[in-house]
């Protein structure tokens, strides 16, 4: 099995705070696993939302 894409957080990936993941099959051929994801926990939402109130200001700035 491939490595999960991971979160996109703070400008770097990332895997999940639990380390867990999830398969996305196809739904035409439901053998076939399209992608293995990240689990996000309310732990990676919070960091996310840190990281964007962080990052706000620069993008205020931008005409």
């Known amino acids: 099995m491939s490595e999960p894409f991971?979160?996109?957080?703070?400008?770097?990936?990332r895997a999940?705070?639990?380390g867990r993941s999830y398969e996305k099959?196809?739904?035409w051929r439901p053998?076939?696993?399209?992608?293995t994801f990240a689990a996000a926990t309310a732990e990676d939402a919070a960091?996310?939302?840190a990281a964007a109130a962080e990052?706000?200001?620069g993008?205020?700035?931008l005409p």
């Open 59 to 61: 993008w205020a700035a």
């Open 47 to 49: 960091a996310a939302v």
């Open 6 to 13: 991971g979160l996109f957080v703070a400008g770097e990936w």
């Open 31 to 35: 053998d076939v696993v399209t992608g």
């Open 55 to 57: 990052a706000q200001p």
């Open 16 to 18: 999940s705070a639990s």
């Open 25 to 27: 099959r196809s739904p």
